[in-house]
């Protein structure tokens, strides 16, 4: 049982690159979850979906697409990679969206730069 | 958007200290969450909160939900150099009952240096 995992961990892209990261969780979890983490801005949820087959924006969706591949996957694009992108992200599954007892799990994150 | 207000922004404590950091928020949520970050790692939850008052352990952690729902804390007590990290609270609200309109708010977070 590994829990949620993302790949790359680390990442370097250059301006107007695109790349996709990707999150798979094996817990059976019908929510997953996106969010950026910058420096003294705490965790900032970027795209959520709350079962398999939505999608939904967060509090920073600009400059991001996603997917949710089937339950287990939830994919985050970058079709144009900006400066403005370098940040650590962080994948997240809860069994549902909001509920007593479901709870988030995080991965270990993807640390990328844009140059 | 929601702004939660967390504090303090980084202690320097003595092993053994008990510790004790909040947040605040000008919005009303219906659940507060606290986790834990280390270094190169994502966060763990430490403790969920779901009702306002409600006050809850997990070992030397105590957090409460504020009356008003605005707020909440979180204590350590006796504090251990394995505490050092990052604190995260958090603010969860779900507006609707299908998936659209779900906020989860974090605040900035609190640096936790334990000196042993």
């Known amino acids: 049982n590994a829990g949620v995992t993302q790949t790359p961990k680390f990442q370097v892209l250059k301006t107007g690159q695109s790349m996709t990261l990707q999150c798979a969780q094996d817990?059976?979890?019908?929510?997953m979850y996106w969010y950026r983490q910058d420096p003294g801005m705490g965790l900032r949820l970027i795209y959520y979906?709350?079962?398999?087959?939505?999608?939904d924006k967060g509090e920073v969706p600009n400059g991001y697409n996603v997917s949710r591949l089937n339950k287990r996957e939830f994919s985050l694009r970058l079709e144009s990679a900006a400066p403005s992108q370098t940040s650590v992200y962080f994948c997240?599954?809860?069994?549902?969206?909001?509920?007593?007892?479901?709870?988030?799990?995080f991965g270990p994150g993807t640390r990328l730069t844009v140059l | 958007g929601q702004q939660l207000n967390q504090s303090p922004q980084s202690m320097f404590i003595q092993e053994g200290e008990d510790v004790s950091m909040n947040c605040t928020s000008s919005?009303?949520?219906?659940?507060w969450l606290w986790y834990k970050q280390d270094p190169g790692e994502g966060p763990v939850l430490l403790i969920a909160?779901?009702?306002?008052?409600e006050l809850t352990s997990n070992g030397r952690l105590t957090a409460q939900f504020g009356i008003t729902r605005k707020d909440s804390f979180l204590n350590i007590s006796a504090s251990i150099p394995s505490d050092v990290g990052i604190y995260f609270c958090?603010?969860?609200?779900?507006?609707?009952?299908?998936?659209?309109?779900?906020?989860?708010?974090f605040g900035k977070g609190t640096l936790l240096t334990v000196n042993p």
């Open positions: 997240a599954s809860s069994f549902r969206l909001v509920r007593v007892g479901d709870t988030q799990y």
């Open positions: 817990m059976n979890h019908n929510s």
């Open positions: 979906s709350a079962s398999e087959g939505t999608t």
């Open positions: 919005s009303i949520f219906n659940t």
């Open positions: 909160l779901y009702k306002a008052g």
């Open positions: 958090a603010g969860q609200l779900r507006l609707n009952s299908g998936g659209s309109n779900y906020k989860l708010t």
